[in-house]
């Protein structure tokens, strides 16, 4: 028997380490949450015949169900994500049986691969009992967020293969998906809706007009409505540049004199002065906001001008200063339209992080920049299409403003299908698919 422990930032990674060294067929004796990530312990030829029998330890169900309810009744300060974790822990442990002793492998077999009924609304979590220790509670719901992960990835895994023997002819079009770049979820929600349809090709088609008439864009071009408008985002995604362009549009179809432009980006070298040069070229005001001043005072001199654009600061989502510059833009007296500018470039950790980030000032939809150089789409629109943020404006090169475009829904689709990965997905990308299907367990996949 070989015995190897491997180390990685998450469970996923990990779960990959041991597939690509010990193979399939490797046996998961152990994992712990260390310091950077988690440590797993694999067995190759691992001796079934001194395990325990193949049978619900009900025991071990109870203590679980124990934990995770002390975990909700003791933790006040719990987040409605902490809360959302606990009732997916729920549905995997009610959707498995748990095992004494049984070790999860690679790859077994999986009868029905089903997701459990949705959970219903964590009560509100109460004041902690007298005489529990908040550390072992802590550790107590990491051990649980560890297995969780654990158990997404196995059950991914299961259910794709399983899914390749039994429709073969739907597992491909979840290929082409995934070669797309598209959510596990997303996937899954349009595959419902041609779920009656054979014909491969007709199918295809009809997938790609569903995800066409999914994605969200303006009736009315934000220009042409007029009003304060934001451009917010993390730093590099092409919030300054954007402005340039929709600043340069305005003033050749409508004139100079009723556009101004405001910089709150006190913070990045040479800011300021980039906006000065714009404004001087456009023949265009520009108010400088620093920290600290008043984002309504400054804008009541401009409250005459048809549209206002403000360019912000791309800072770290631990930064101080982003909650009071978010929480300006969301001032009552601002009534601004706020759009976040992403680079489709970005990978999907990256976009996820900067939606949750800029959400709290009220977001109007989004601006997908830097097309012309991005690999891949499926992420930046997925992100679109679940958080429901409506696409204002594409860009797609260095030209102010002729590479600023508005959005068609079936191009950015065409778009998307052109620029999508010419190899074929991995095995393990694939399993990752649908661990982010049972991450997110609403429909049965198959």
Known sequence: MQVKRFFAADMRQAMKLVRDELGADAAIIGNRRIAGGVELTAALDYKLSALAPRVPNMELEDELRKTQSRIVTAQAELSLRGEADGNTNRQLFAGLPLTAGLPLTAAEPLSEPAYAAPARPAPAPAPAPAGVDPRALDSMRSELNSLRELMEVQLGTLAWNQLQGNRPAQANLYRRLQRIGLSGPLSRDLLAMISDVEEPRQAWRMLLAHLARMIGVPEVEPLEEGGVIAMVGPAGMGKTTTL???AARYVLKYGAQNIAL???????????????????ILNVSVTHVDPGQSLVQ??????RKRVVLIDTAGLQASDPALRMQLESLAGRGIRSRNYLVLATTSQ????TAAY???KRCGLAGCILTKLDETASL????S???????PVAYLTDGPRIPDDLHLPRRHQLVSRAVSVQMQEEPSEEAMADMFADIYHSPTKQVG
């Not at 405001?262 to 001087?280: C, N, P």
């Not at 999907?348 to 976009?351: F, I, P, R």
């Open 298 to 303: 400054a804008l009541d001199p401009l409250l």
């Open 244 to 246: 340039a362009k929709l």
């Open 356 to 358: 949750h980030s800029y």
């Open 383 to 389: 992100l679109a299409i679940s958080h429901e943020l």
């Open 262 to 280: 405001v910089s709150m980006d006190s913070f990045r070298i040479g800011a300021q002065e980039q906006l000065k040069t714009l404004g001087r």
């Open 348 to 351: 999907k950790q990256v976009l």
């Open 378 to 381: 499926g992420e930046v629109l």
